[in-house]
Nanobody
Framework: QVRLVESGGGLVQPGGSLRLSCAHS????????MGWWRQEPGKQRELVAS????????NYADSVKGRFTISRDNAKSTVFLQMNSLKPEDTGVYYC??????WGQGTQVTVSS
């Protein structure tokens, strides 16, 4: 059974950076399609970034392009989300996702002065 555990969230000032990690266990990670989603209070969960395991191609929401980077370490079965130039509107709970239907518990990111 797949297990996803996120870490790295917290409170950061606008313009700051955070790096989220998602430790994957329970199945082969190397070719897994992974993603990061976020959910703001009262809003639907939205896809922020994705990484296709078989090709390592990545995709980003327009709102984070040029600021966020998704990456993976197959040896450690971990996927990362490097978030730079953070804005207050990046605030939310960030969830690690493995296609088609596995989710982590989420980690809170708050961008505020």
């Amino acid at each position: 059974q797949v297990r996803l555990v996120e870490s790295g969230g917290g409170l950061v000032q606008p313009g700051g950076s955070l790096r989220l990690s998602c430790a994957h266990s329970g199945s082969d990670f190397r070719f897994a399609d992974m993603g990061w989603w976020r959910q703001e209070p009262g809003k639907q969960r939205e896809l922020v970034a994705s990484d296709i395991g078989s090709t390592n191609s990545t995709n980003y929401a327009d709102s984070v392009k040029g600021r966020f980077t998704i990456s993976r370490d197959n040896a450690k079965s971990t996927v990362f989300l490097q978030m730079n130039s953070l804005k207050p509107e990046d605030t939310g709970v960030y969830y690690c996702y493995r296609y088609p239907n596995q989710w982590g518990q989420g980690t809170q990111v708050t961008v505020s002065s």
